[in-house]
């Protein structure tokens, strides 16, 4: 028998589900934004690893916390009663000139359809607004209907259809006015 060597990590594999008994009736107006702790980078990478299109693509909480890395001084996190449910990442400069980019929007999967998207999305909108931006783009997988429709519903326009350099896949270029 082998053993194999585990170097020690964030030992987070799983987002603990919240329990709906205690969340607000209405969650939109109870979720508060902060910049990421280092706890609370943990439980986002959690958060993005097992969800699409991560999850899919084989992505391990190790990746995405490189990743989030990378993006925390554009990471806003969400949350409700102290729990992260949700996260959002605004860069001042993307794939359209001039418009600010949000390059990921995750939710908990239990909360989503609560309006607790919306309100990450409006802080998104607040975070490009106080860039100076006037507009804001992301790209999404065609594919991802509820994605779409969450767009189209929020203002989002498609402005063209791009091939993903990481996928080689097609996404939508979105983009709104601010």
């Known amino acids: 028998m082998t053993m194999k060597r585990v170097e020690p990590g964030v030992e987070v594999g799983t987002m603990p589900v919240p329990d709906m008994t205690t969340m607000p ?7 508060k934004f902060n910049a990421p702790t280092d706890e609370d980078m943990a439980s986002v990478a959690a958060l993005r690893a ?6 899919s693509r084989g992505e391990t ?11 925390r001084p554009f990471v806003q996190v969400a949350k409700v009663h102290n729990q992260v449910v949700g996260y959002v990442t605004v860069e001042r400069d993307g794939p359209v000139p001039g418009a600010a980019y949000m390059r990921n929007i995750v939710i908990k999967p239990e909360l989503r359809r609560k309006g607790v998207g919306l309100a990450v999305l409006n802080q ?13 783009a992301l790209r999404v997988d065609p594919a991802n209907a509820p994605a779409v ?3 189209r519903n929020a203002g989002f326009t498609t402005v063209a259809t791009v091939v ?15």
């Open 164 to 178: 993903s350099k990481k996928s080689g896949k097609l996404r939508l270029l979105m983009s709104r006015e601010l």
């Open 50 to 55: 097992n969800s699409e299109p991560w999850l």
């Open 124 to 136: 998104a909108l607040q975070v490009a607004r106080d860039m100076y931006r006037k507009t804001i």
């Open 61 to 71: 909480l190790e990746d995405s916390l490189k990743a989030l890395t990378g993006l």
């Open 149 to 151: 429709s969450f767009y």
């Open 25 to 31: 009736n209405d969650l939109a107006l109870a979720v």
